[in-house]
């Protein structure tokens, strides 16, 4: 199988797939990386670790689920708390590590 953003054991049952074969692991990889480019697209900025972002990783599966079921168009409304709540903890991490980063230069602001 093609490389998943999370583990395929992990990935497979949380679509309750047990077996393999060429269709359903082509099926499973489409999904996943799908919902991957959907994820990677509410955090904005920055990499995604789908292995250390507990909540990235849980909108991920939620999300495979989803389109695994062919209703994707159902999963914004019914995640949209998750979503919002991902994406502002994504960027005030960001912010937090700008500003870890800028410390020791000097704050300016413009000129007005």
């Not at 389109?67 to 903890?89: G, S």
Request: hydrophobic share 35%; with cysteine.
């Amino acid at each position: 199988m093609l490389q998943l953003p999370i583990d395929e054991t992990e990935a497979k049952l949380n679509l309750n797939v047990t077996w393999s074969d060429e269709d359903t692991d082509a099926k499973i990889y489409y999904t996943y990386s799908s919902a991957k480019a959907q994820i990677d697209d509410y955090a904005g900025e920055g990499e995604v670790d789908y292995n250390t972002d507990i909540l990235a990783k849980q909108l991920l599966k939620d999300l495979a689920r989803y389109i695994w079921n062919d209703c994707r168009d159902e999963f914004e409304a019914r995640f949209q708390h998750e979503i919002i709540k991902f994406r502002n903890d994504r960027m005030v991490r960001l912010y937090v590590s700008e500003r870890e980063v800028g410390e020791g230069e000097e704050d300016t602001l413009p000129d007005v």
